[in-house]
């Protein structure tokens, strides 16, 4: 029975105790936990289990990349041990189990890292060349990043509609486009890549870098939430994949499959799995390799639910740097925690279903589940 912890300490623990219960047969595995460097209380916790045999096929479950999506991520990870684990071979299969990437946004509870940097948008080389990006997104200012301390929830979502509607004519996808591309000047703007590749940036390529050398084939799956219908997990393909969403549906039997490109999802820079997709598939052009991203929807994906979902990220990152008013937090933490930890436990049986459907066609088809003799 699995469910979305309460809190990052009772999910790392939890997580910790997993290492148990695959020693027995991935002999060897180990917990490796990596303190953030100004907070030795906050820990990117990866649990690495090496193939007992031959190394050939490495699967790679990440979660939390986006600090407070690392809750459900962190459920999803354990169904995934509960549930999937033992139709897996050890002898050939090895796993890297990775929570959370981004430790602080997961304790505090919001997407960022302590640099209010989002690490989706900050698996990149040359930052000097991304500050050009996105020219559009200081004209939006008074919209995505008001720069005030918040008033009374009424007023801001007034004030936040009224700037919606100025700002419409400019069309509603110029103005996703400069929402979720990723900005890399404003270091206090909404989805802000950072002047650097961060901390936990480094970790994890590192970790990567080391950890998939051996191994012939690779599954990476990355866990997230806040995007796409709210009843139907979405996966996302990588800009370099080279099969079409559709194929990928067909391929892995799951109903929805979107490509990170503008008309399916929308353009963004320095995202993690294109960054590992594209590292192994050209540094290592004879390995195998899918790598996708798991995205459960939760305020649903109409213009008016996609407006919502701007408003409380608009706002959220607000409070974060300006303050506001007691009514405003208390409103934005409620909007915050819906829209990457629904409460409605039917949200959360749906998500184990669709988790559940794309593990059993993505391994399956990658051929990582055991075949059983028959007795
Ligand atoms: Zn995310």
């Known amino acids: ?46 649990i690495s289990a090496e193939a007992t045999r031959q190394k050939q096929k490495l699967l790679i ?24 684990l033992p139709r897996l071979d050890h002898e050939t299969t090895g796993l890297l189990l990775v929570h959370p990437i981004n430790a602080y946004g997961m304790k505090h ?17 040359n930052f000097d060349s991304l500050k050009p990006l996105n020219s559009h997104y200081e004209s939006l200012a008074h919209l995505l990043n008001p720069a005030r301390p918040l008033q009374h ?43 650097e590749p961060q901390e936990e940036t480094k970790f994890i390529q590192n970790i990567f870098l080391n950890s998939t050398r051996d191994y012939k084939q690779v599954v990476l799956l990355d866990i997230h939430t806040g995007y796409g219908p709210r009843w139907q997990m979405t996966l996302v393909n990588p800009p370099s994949e080279k099969m079409t969403a559709k194929e990928t549906a067909t391929r892995f039997k799951v109903p929805l499959v979107a490509g990170v490109n503008p008309d399916e999802f929308y353009t963004i820079h320095g995202d993690m799995v294109e960054y590992f997709h594209n590292m192994i598939t050209s540094k290592y052009p004879e390995k195998k390799m ?36 007691d009514a405003a937090r208390q409103w934005m933490e409620q909007e915050y925690n819906e829209l990457f930890v629904p409460a409605d436990p039917k949200w959360w049986q749906k998500a184990k279903a669709d988790a559940r459907q794309a593990f059993d066609g993505i391994l399956s088809v990658e051929g990582y589940f055991r075949n059983i003799s028959p007795t």
């Open 61 to 84: 479950l990440t979660t939390g990349l986006h600090g407070i999506e690392g809750y459900v991520g962190s459920g999803i990870l354990q169904l995934f041990i509960e549930e999937y």
């Open 109 to 125: 509870r919001t997407r960022v890292n302590k640099n209010s940097v989002d690490l989706n948008r900050n698996f990149e080389e």
């Open 290 to 325: 899918y790598a996708g991203a798991f995205e459960f929807g939760t305020y649903g994906e109409s213009l008016l639910q996609g407006i919502h979902s701007l408003q409380t990220t608009a706002l959220e990152n607000c409070l974060r740097w300006f303050g506001g008013s």
């Open 153 to 195: 929830p009424l007023y801001e979502k007034f004030s936040f509609t009224w700037n919606v509607l100025k700002a419409l004519p400019k069309g509603a996808r110029h103005i996703r486009e400069a929402a979720l591309m990723g900005q890399y000047r404003v270091h206090n703007g909404m989805y802000f890549g950072g002047f």
């Open 1 to 46: 029975m699995t469910n979305i912890p309460a809190t990052y300490e009772s999910s790392r623990d939890q997580f910790r105790a997993t290492l148990a219960s695959l020693s027995d047969r991935w002999t060897g595995s180990r917990l490796l936990s990596h303190s953030l460097a100004d907070s030795s209380d906050l820990t990117i916790e990866v």
